[in-house]
């Protein structure tokens, strides 16, 4: 889809920011662990290939879920390595070694199928993955992944790292987190050696259990501001969303009481009020549970009135505002501020759904901040 860059509709992005917050998680880990930027989803909506343009000078590589991802990224430039999170069909195997992705394995049957095909496994560089006690993606036993290690390196494949992934490394309580970091380190302990890059960290992990990172950490949601607790636990001082959304009245009317606004009239105004309306909806992200949220006109809360509609919202203003008038949506405006966790406990999820759900159709515009260095 074309994004609407004839609509006041934008998600205003400062890379400065995204490099900064990653600045500021690195001096929390020891020196020596690589970063690898998480830009899966479209970096969260921030748009992948302007936030891995911006970022390949400051980190190691990039993570991605899926090989189209990974292709964008080489298709745009990007040379630094980009490692596959998700498991990739046998038949895009061929072409994610092309683009010279590093694929991530995680079980005996891919193995086994892959093996089955004469593909030339030679250049194929690949990540063990060690389901650890998320249920998910990875191996459980040591023994299948010693086999799995050497049917593949039998056939030439670069075996290039091992890593896990934790539940629930974002809690206070830290019992499973620890089961799963110890199930770990048992697999480690049984490999014959121990690849390039070995790795658990989350955002969630890098924070707050650094010490449980080893080399490398694949940083997500807190490089673009966000806290992956929630609120439960502190992120560091420093830590800035990078995303504003932004609109614009485009129209601006003076009802009396009893007329009903939007679809299924959900809307009856009570006296004479003015009613604005604001080109986003449920088809840029803005999700039809959003309805009673409010957004910032002029540093004051204005409320979503009536159904949200796929492209547009109605607002109710407190006076006369002119045509144009700024909108936040996401970011602050005077002394009140939006964030995606107060647009997630509206909708009743977490901050990642809410960057994600922001759709091709919203304009991403970049902006460069200097940056405060840390
Ligand atoms: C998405 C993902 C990450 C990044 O998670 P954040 O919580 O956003 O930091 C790291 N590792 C894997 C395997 C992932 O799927």
């Known amino acids: 889809m074309k994004a609407?860059?004839?609509?006041?509709?934008?998600?205003?992005?400062?890379?400065?920011?995204?490099?900064?917050?990653?600045?500021?998680?690195?001096?929390?880990?020891?020196?020596?662990?690589?970063?690898f930027a998480v830009v899966k989803a479209n970096a969260y909506g921030h748009g992948a290939v302007a936030v891995a343009t911006y970022l390949e000078r400051q980190v190691t590589g990039f993570c991605v879920a899926t090989v189209d991802e990974g292709l964008e990224l080489?298709?745009?430039?990007?040379?630094?390595?980009?490692?596959?999170?998700?498991?990739?069909?046998?038949?895009?195997?061929?072409?994610?070694?092309e683009a010279k992705l590093s694929l991530t394995v995680t079980s005996h049957g891919w193995v086994e199928r892959l093996l089955e095909t004469a593909m030339d496994l030679s250049q194929l560089t690949f990540?063990?993955?060690?389901?650890?006690?998320?249920?998910?993606?990875?191996?459980?036993?040591?023994?299948?992944?010693?086999?799995?290690?050497?049917?593949?390196q039998e056939r030439g494949a670069i075996f290039e790292g091992v890593f896990t992934h934790f539940a629930r490394a974002?809690?206070?309580?830290?019992?499973?987190?620890?089961?799963?970091?110890?199930?770990?380190?048992?697999?480690?302990?049984?490999l014959p050696n121990r690849p390039k890059w070995v790795h658990t960290g989350n955002s969630a992990t890098a924070l707050w259990h650094p010490e449980a990172a080893f080399n490398m950490v694949r940083l997500g949601n807190v490089i673009y501001g966000l806290n992956p607790s929630g609120g439960d636990l502190p992120l560091p001082k420093g830590i800035k969303p990078a995303l504003r959304l932004v609109s614009q009245l485009v129209e601006v009317k003076q009802l009396p009481a009893g007329q009903s606004i939007g679809y299924g009239g959900t809307y009856q105004t009570q006296e004479l009020e003015w009613i604005g309306t604001v080109p986003i909806g449920y088809a840029d992200g803005?999700?039809?549970?959003?309805?009673?949220?409010?957004?910032?006109?002029?540093?004051?809360?204005?409320?979503?009135?009536?159904?949200?509609?796929?492209?547009?919202?109605?607002?109710?203003?407190?006076?006369?505002?002119?045509?144009?008038?700024?909108?936040?949506?996401?970011?602050?405006?005077?002394?009140?501020?939006?964030?995606a966790q107060d647009w997630a406990d509206q909708q009743r999820t977490i901050h990642y759904e809410v960057l994600c759900l922001l759709s091709d159709r919203v304009y991403r515009e970049y902006i460069f901040s200097k940056g405060v260095k840390v």
Do not use: W
């Open 4 to 35: 609407s860059l004839h609509r006041p509709t934008k998600a205003l992005i400062d890379l400065g920011t995204i490099g900064d917050n990653i600045s500021v998680v690195q001096t929390g880990l020891p020196q020596e662990t690589a970063v």
């Open 74 to 97: 080489r298709e745009a430039g990007i040379v630094k390595p980009i490692l596959v999170l998700g498991v990739t069909p046998l038949e895009a195997v061929a072409v994610a070694v």
């Open 286 to 339: 803005l999700v039809r549970s959003m309805q009673g949220f409010s957004v910032l006109v002029d540093g004051q809360l204005c409320p979503i009135i009536g159904r949200v509609s796929m492209d547009q919202i109605t607002i109710r203003l407190p006076k006369r505002y002119d045509l144009g008038q700024q909108i936040t949506l996401l970011g602050s405006d005077g002394e009140r501020s939006l964030t």
């Open 170 to 190: 974002d809690e206070v309580d830290e019992t499973a987190f620890q089961l799963q970091l110890a199930a770990f380190e048992q697999v480690l302990e049984v």
């Open 127 to 152: 990540h063990i993955k060690l389901d650890t006690g998320m249920g998910r993606i990875g191996f459980r036993e040591s023994g299948a992944v010693l086999q799995a290690l050497s049917a593949l």
